[in-house]
Nanobody, 123 residues
Framework: QVQLVESGGGLVQAGDSLRLSCAAS????????MAWFRQAPGKDQEFVTA????????AYADSVKGRFTISRGNAENTVYLQMNSLKPEDTAVYYC????????????????WGQGTQVTVSS
């Protein structure tokens, strides 16, 4: 029943910040663990970050640790990705995903996906 819609992507310069949002529809949002994946041009989809149902536990890929922060607002049925100190290497389509296993790092653990939002970082 849950559907995910990403927003907040755009074109920014290196060093800038951007906040992505993933709005979830459906009553069961708070039972899902959430994650962000990304896919750069010519590359496979990769794990970025994840957050558990309560928002108390998180996981990050080494490439974004210290720069990106995932959070969730269960009252508003939204998960966020705050991206600071953006690099050209962060350019990708960013996808929001929902699943039943907390902090899973692989795509197969997530059952529901958004359509993605484009983030482009110029040098």
């Amino acid at each position: 029943q849950v559907q995910l819609v990403e927003s907040g992507g755009g074109l920014v310069q290196a060093g800038d910040s951007l906040r992505l949002s993933c709005a979830a529809s459906g009553r069961a949002f708070r039972v899902f663990n959430m994650a962000w994946f990304r896919q750069a041009p010519g590359k496979d989809q990769e794990f970025v970050t994840a957050i558990d149902r309560s928002g108390d536990s998180t996981a990050y890929a080494d490439s974004v640790k210290g720069r990106f922060t995932i959070s969730r607002g269960n009252a508003e049925n939204t998960v966020y990705l705050q991206m600071n100190s953006l690099k050209p290497e962060d350019t990708a389509v960013y996808y929001c995903a929902a699943g039943f296993r907390a902090l899973a790092l692989t795509k197969i653990e997530y059952n529901i996906w958004g359509q993605g939002t484009q983030v482009t970082v110029s040098s």
